[in-house]
């Protein structure tokens, strides 16, 4: 998809609202597709049985039984929660194509993701996703 071709978020608020939400680092990953260095996000090596949400909207995205190691320095899963949770767009940054990975809810940036790598999950994808962009739940 185009951004133009995208629906509107159900969240929409001004640049100055998601400021004060977030905190900068959270800001410019969210709300500039900005990208966290690997292997330093706080969900990279998280094994404990949960859900994980929008950070910025609360949207419950992904679950832990589709998170796998990829090696890749971000936490990767092979499918979101349900195909309505995220929105993906081609994106063209950086010299290449790629497909972003946003939250349908508000919009946020979430990652990449990246197909037929090999890995032997049941959809052959890895969804590659900022730890910032997440919050974790863990299931007692």
Known sequence: MTKSEIPAPAVQKSDEQWRAELSPAEYRVLRQAGTERPYTGEYV???RTGVYRCRACATELFRSDTKFDSHCGWPSFWSPLAGDRVVLREDRELGMVRVEVL?????????HVFSGEGFGTPTDDRYCIN?????FEPVS
């Not at 730890?131 to 919050?135: M, P």
């Open 45 to 47: 090596a998280e094994k």
């Open 131 to 135: 730890s910032i962009s997440l919050t």
């Open 103 to 111: 939250c349908a809810h508000c919009h946020s940036h979430l990652g």
